[in-house]
């Protein structure tokens, strides 16, 4: 895969982890999508889908929005959002319930996937052997073609914590 590397870099530029191999095997893997945004040829922004075979208690088996990282320089330019677009038209046609974790602090992914009406779920210090950094996590889940939701002011504002940058 010609992106993987410009991937690993992105991954890098945002201080967060980076591992080849689960990104190689997600690109292989025709349950998933892996999708990247470019700009003039350089790779922005980048997300995946996952599929989990078996539930872990609240967390149910099946499709799960797997994680989406935009630039530093790039972000609020709605690249995240069309990133998300991709993997919800992508699912709207494998599944009837799309589901996401993400860590209680990280108040921009929530905030940036309140438009597709995830509800929560559950929280929990991990969800399908995925940790949290401050030990806690949050399960939500939509039925995708669902009505978009517009996003509202202050919308920032609920998660646990001030925003961090980590899933
Ligand atoms: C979360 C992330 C992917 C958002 O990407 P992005 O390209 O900046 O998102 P968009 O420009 O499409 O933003 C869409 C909406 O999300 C919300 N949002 C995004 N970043 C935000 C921030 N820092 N603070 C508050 N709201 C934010 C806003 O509602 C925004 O709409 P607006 O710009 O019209 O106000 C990006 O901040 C990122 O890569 N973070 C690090 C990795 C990460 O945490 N990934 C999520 C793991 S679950």
Known sequence: MADLAAVMRLQWAAGLSADAGALRAAVVDDDRLVVV??????????AK?????????????????????????????????????????WLAVRTDRVHYLVNARNG?????????????????RSFHGVTFAGGSGVLLSVR??????????????????????SG
Request: aromatic share 6%; proline share 8%; no cysteine.
């Open 37 to 46: 945004a470019a700009v003039d040829g350089e790779v922005v922004g980048w």
């Open 49 to 89: 889908t996952h599929r989990y075979r078996v539930a872990d208690g609240a967390a149910r088996a099946g499709h799960y929005l797997g994680g989406v990282t935009v630039h530093p320089r790039w972000r609020r330019h709605g690249i995240g959002t069309l990133l998300t677009t991709a993997r919800m038209e």
């Open 108 to 124: 921009e992914s929530i905030a940036l996937h309140r438009r597709w009406g995830f509800v929560e779920v559950a929280r929990a």
């Open 144 to 165: 995708p073609g669902a009505p978009r939701v517009p996003p509202a002011p202050g919308d920032e504002v609920s998660a646990a914590g001030s925003p961090r940058s």
